[in-house]
Structure formats: C-alpha cells, structure tokens
C-alpha cells in the first residue's frame, strides 16, 4: 500500500490540488501552443516541413516513451523529489526552447522540455489521489483535473495567439517559467512526500524496445524511409517477446485480452492521429495560406475549445449512464465530418465553414477522452488500474505523433481521407467493444492477475 498522507487540512489539500492542476497546465496547453507558433518558427528560422513535425513529435514522443518509466520510478524513490525534479527540467527546457538559434538546436531543448513533462502529468495524479483519500473527495478532484485538461488544451491556441502577435513566438516557451516556479514554491512547502508500499519493477529492456518501436516508426514517415518500418517491425516482434516473459514488464499485455481495453488504446490512437493533424494543418492553413495573424488565428479556435469545454463533462454524465458506445459513436461522427470538411478548405473558403468544421471537430474530441479512459481502467484490479490508464496516455501522445507525420506523408485529400477512416474506426470500435463477447473478455483479464507468475517468466 502506499504510505498515507492523512490528516491534512481542507485548505492544505486544496493547495496541493492547485499545484497539481499547474503543472497540469503547463503541460496540456504546451501541446496545443506550440502548434500556433510553426509558421512563425518557419519563416524565422527557414526550416523546412520535417524540421516542423519533429519540434512536435520529439515532445510528444518523448512523453510516450517515458510516462509510465517516471511514474514507477516516482513510487520507487518519493512523488514529490521526482515532481520537483520534473518541474525543474521542464522549465529548463523551456528556457532553452526560448534562446534557441536554430531549429535543430530548439528540437534538442524540446527533448529536454519533454523529459520534464513525463514526470509531471503522471506523478501529479499520483499525488491527487494518496492526498484525496475520501472517495467523494477524489472523485471531485478528479473531476477539477479533467476540467483543467479540457480547459487548457482548448485555451492553448488562443493564448499562443495573443503572446505570438504581441512578444514572438519565443514567448510561448517563457509563459511556462513563471508557472513552473509557482508550482516548485508550492510543492516545497505543501506537498508531503509519498511512495509505494510495492514499487513496481523497471523493465529496462522492454523500455528501449517501446522506444525504437516508436521513434523508428514516427521517423519513417516523416523522413520518408520506408526501409526504417523493418526495424520498427523487429523491435515490435522483439517487445513482445520480452514482455510475455518478464515479471514486471514496461506494458503488461494481458492487459490486451480485454477487447474494451484493446478497444480503447486503438481509439486514443486514432483520435489523437485526428488531433495532432489538424492543429498541425490548420495553422499552417491559417497562417500560412489565408495569412491571418497568430492572434486571429488563435481565435478562430474558440469554435473548438468551445465544443470541447462543452462536451467532454456531457460525455461523462453519458459514460456513466449509457457506457462507452454513444459517446463513442458521437466522437467517432463528429470527427469524419470534421475530416471531411478539411477536404474541402481552400484559400477563399467562407469563414463560417471554417468555424463549423473546427466545432465539429472540438465536439469529436471533446467527446472521446472519458471513453478512452473508461475503457483502460474498467474491469482492471484496483493494482492494476494505474497502469492501464498510462497505457491509455501512452496511446494519446503515439496518435498525436502519427498525426504531425503523417502531415508530411499525405497532403489535401489523401491525408483527410486516411484520418476519416480513423474516425470511422472509433464508431466501429465503439459498437465492437460493447458486445457481450467484449464485456466477457474484460471480466477474465481480471482473474488473469490472480495467478501466479508462470515458470517461464524471468
């Protein structure tokens, strides 16, 4: 069991709730921002597209290859060391984004940033809930967090708009410093240090091989070399092999034997594929094609931070009363239509056309993130629900990189055709996981972690 942390005031908690929510902050808005800023890089800098999907993807790839790494490494050594130390590396590569002098120089300080925000998501929610002991209690500061991802995600163009017309598009980076030392204060004084009681296992090995399966992967399609895919497919093959045999692996796949789980880690792929091309494309589209400024541009994504705002506390409320298909066929609908329209956008396409097909598509994401995470973690052992959940945030941050690369891959109609397949994938995942079949697959994984470790395993 992990160490308690009870016996707090209702004010410290809430304090630490707001420091958790910051570093929350930062992180979120940080994969929405940046996006406002790649044509301004682009023209200060003169790089060329590849340049642009890797200042993305090496963020977000980065976080999918570390985020379950800095959460068993935070139960291992204390929560709050490995929070602090995680605030101090991101606003440290936040600061070197800033003074960058070149391109290749600013993905290197993204790397940085990155590491950062590996320790911050996954260990705050670690905090969250040894800190919020009460089921009431953690429920509603659970609720407090989603909101501070929707709110974040959808605010970040529009705050990236503002800072990029009035200080550059460095300022994107310096807006994290002031927040990282709040949250540094905060954490030194508030929150209580905590481990677990039975740290889980680091899987070294299984580590490496999720990282060259990724990155090769994401490499290949922006660098257009398809002969990188052989190594991504030995690696996977590789992966596989070592977790079926290791005692505590990088990524249990039993967990996979649950179609609703399967399900739900296909679903953030395609989703978040969804997301990372559009907010990739549609600044380039609005900055680069129509020439709006980065502060118009930033507004003209309130249609989306609206839908999302809007719909991801309804798609809750439907979550908890019809189960994960309607909101899934919703999303899935939603984001085809989105995807469709891009296909459509040219230089002189009406502005309220614009403005339906980015609502379309904040309601379409806005709609998906409950399911996703619903579907990880039910069914799972209580022990084991931590876990599937990074699984699920590892898939969120994989699909926002297949989307940015994909970019470079396709473009016009190729790229939105693929996507709206993707969409079309969520509806059919969403029908095909809510089967009996699926719900008696879900309910024997959980027997599954009851037996003992087989002979085989090291």
């Not at 490995?82 to 984004?97: D, H, Q, V």
């Not at 257009?224 to 079926?244: I, Q, S």
Request: hydrophobic share 55%.
């Amino acid at each position: 069991m992990d160490t308690t942390v009870e016996g707090m005031s209702a004010r410290r908690k809430t304090i630490i709730l707001v420091t958790c929510c910051l570093s929350l902050l930062i992180s979120s808005m940080d994969s929405t921002i940046v996006n406002v800023a790649i044509p301004s890089i682009r023209l200060e800098m003169h790089a060329p597209l590849a340049r642009m999907q890797w200042i993305i993807d090496i963020y977000t790839l980065t976080l999918a290859s570390l985020l379950m790494l800095s959460g068993a490494t935070a139960d291992r050594f204390g929560r709050k060391r490995m929070f602090r130390i995680g605030l101090i590396i991101f606003a440290a590569g936040s600061l070197l984004c800033s003074l960058a002098p070149s391109v290749d120089v600013l993905i290197g300080a993204r790397f940085v940033q990155a590491i950062g925000g590996s320790m911050l998501n996954p260990i705050a929610m670690s905090i969250i809930t040894t800190v919020f002991t009460n089921r009431m209690e953690r429920a509603r500061a659970v609720g407090v967090w989603g909101a501070v991802v929707g709110i974040s995600t959808a605010l970040g163009p529009m705050v990236g708009g503002l800072l990029i017309d009035s200080l550059g598009w460095k300022s994107v980076f310096w807006i994290n410093l002031p927040i990282c030392a709040a949250a540094l204060v905060l954490t030194t004084i508030f929150v209580p240090e905590s481990k677990s009681g039975r740290a889980r296992g680091i899987d070294p090995v299984g580590q490496v091989l999720a990282i060259a399966v990724m990155f090769t992967l994401v490499f290949g399609l922006i660098e257009h070399k398809p002969a990188v895919f052989v190594v991504t497919a030995l690696a996977l093959a590789a992966f596989c092999y070592v977790e079926l045999r290791h005692r505590s692996p990088f990524i249990d796949l039993r967990f996979f034997r649950s179609v609703p789980f399967a399900s739900g880690t296909l679903v953030a792929v395609f989703s978040c594929a969804v997301l990372g091309a559009f907010l990739f494309s549609a600044s380039i589209y609005l900055q680069g094609t129509r020439h709006y400024t980065a502060v118009h541009t930033g507004l003209l994504y309130l249609p989306m931070a609206l839908g999302m705002l809007i719909c991801s506390p309804i798609s809750g409320r439907l979550v908890g009363r019809y189960g994960t298909r309607l909101p899934l066929i919703v999303a899935g609908t939603m984001e085809a239509l989105a995807t469709i329209g891009m296909t459509f956008l040219r230089a002189d396409t009406p502005i309220w056309v614009v403005a339906v097909i980015f609502a379309a598509f904040g309601i379409g994401f806005g709609t998906v993130n409950t399911p996703i995470t619903t579907a990880a973690v039910s069914g799972m052992p209580l022990d084991r629900a931590g876990a599937a959940s990074a699984v699920a945030s590892t898939s969120r941050q994989l699909g926002i990189s297949l989307g940015v690369a994909l970019c470079g891959l396709l473009s016009g109609a190729n790229l939105w055709s693929l996507l709206c397949v993707f969409s079309v994938g969520v509806i059919v995942l969403g029908i095909a996981a809510n089967t009996p079949w699926a719900e008696r697959s879900r309910d024997s994984v959980a027997h599954l972690f009851d037996e003992k470790v087989p002979q085989h395993a090291r």
